[in-house]
């Protein structure tokens, strides 16, 4: 099974993130769940990013601190996304 292009991304960006790593990775999970027309099937695209992060987190125990950062995002989006449901 391969990794979604935004987990991937992480994989590649972590090890030793560079300066505004956060920010590309941060711009991958907006595109990536842009291609999702309704609230509800972008939830579920940004649950499926938690994851495969979490596999990562399995993977690659040195990613710990920039994945957390990714989780971080994914979860202030899943909250915009709440608040835009109500």
Known sequence: MSLS??????????????VGAIVVVEQAVDLYIAGYARLDDRGVALDILLR??????ILEPDLDVFIAEVEGYIDLLHRQLTRQAA
């Open 52 to 57: 495969d992060l979490a596999r990562l987190r």
């Open 5 to 18: 292009e935004p987990v991937e991304l992480v994989r590649r960006l972590g090890a030793a993130p560079p």
